[in-house]
């Protein structure tokens, strides 16, 4: 079976561009995460959904961040307009709810010039 | 909330034991453990649930002192493959919402 799968791997961009990072889910899986890690902050915790639904955003950083599940197997985090500071590698991790482990995908290292 | 963890980093010699400590502030309903090679995507260890149990996982086991909000790693007879960075994630309830600690930085040598 495929793991969770994110794209593009490597994003190089310029201050000022939209960003948009994709993360299909497992199948059969219907929990949804989206992670930032820097070396500054660790491993933060953006957004996640159960069943499509957004449950807590509290981590999404400010406006210009924003994630959407449209069906039940594919995620988008889009950043609009990218910042320097928002330079890290972003992971999208699935599972079950209520069974709670969680399956990372690769991560998408996005520098933002 | 985001967990506390001790150490911040450790360095072993193959064959050394090393314990990873993981601490929160508020009641816990669950704690996880991944460890991070370099360059890679954290991978799932284990989970311990609300219950005080203890789990293992070949030679690395950990346990959850509830009562304490606590939970600690344990790796024994450590092997080269054990080096990476260890993290504690954290539940206040059954809803997912997962914090991680800093994480650990566990380096094992010949």
């Known amino acids: 079976d495929a793991g969770v799968i994110q794209s593009p791997r490597h994003e190089v961009t310029e201050m000022g561009q939209e960003v948009t990072l994709r993360c299909k889910l497992i199948s059969g899986h219907n929990s949804l995460f989206w992670y930032r890690q820097t070396m500054m902050r660790g491993l933060e915790l953006l957004i996640y959904?159960?069943?499509?639904?957004?449950?807590?955003d509290s981590g999404m950083p400010e406006d210009r961040f924003s994630a959407k599940m449209p069906n039940a197997s594919f995620s988008t985090l889009k950043i609009q307009p990218s910042e320097p500071r928002d330079s890290a590698v972003y992971f999208c991790?699935?599972?079950?709810?209520?069974?709670?482990?969680?399956?990372f995908g690769p991560g998408t290292r996005l520098t933002v010039l | 909330q985001q967990p506390v963890q001790s150490p911040q980093a450790v360095i072993l010699r193959e064959g050394e034991d090393a314990v990873i400590n993981c601490s929160s502030s508020?009641?816990?309903?669950?704690v996880h453990w991944y460890r991070q090679k370099h360059g890679e995507a954290p991978v799932f260890l284990m989970i311990?649930?609300?219950?005080?149990e203890q789990k293992g996982h070949e030679k690395i086991s950990a346990s959850f002192n509830e009562k304490k909000q606590q939970s600690s790693l344990y790796l024994t007879a450590s092997q080269l493959s054990y080096s990476g960075t260890y993290f504690c994630?954290?539940?206040?309830?059954?809803?997912?919402?997962?914090?991680f600690g800093a994480g650990t930085r566990l380096t094992v040598k010949p």
């Open positions: 991790a699935t599972g079950l709810a209520g069974v709670n482990e969680q399956f």
């Open positions: 994630g954290t539940e206040n309830d059954i809803m997912g919402d997962m914090r």
């Open positions: 959904f159960n069943n499509n639904v957004p449950i807590d």
């Open positions: 508020k009641a816990l309903y669950s």
């Open positions: 311990l649930l609300k219950g005080g």
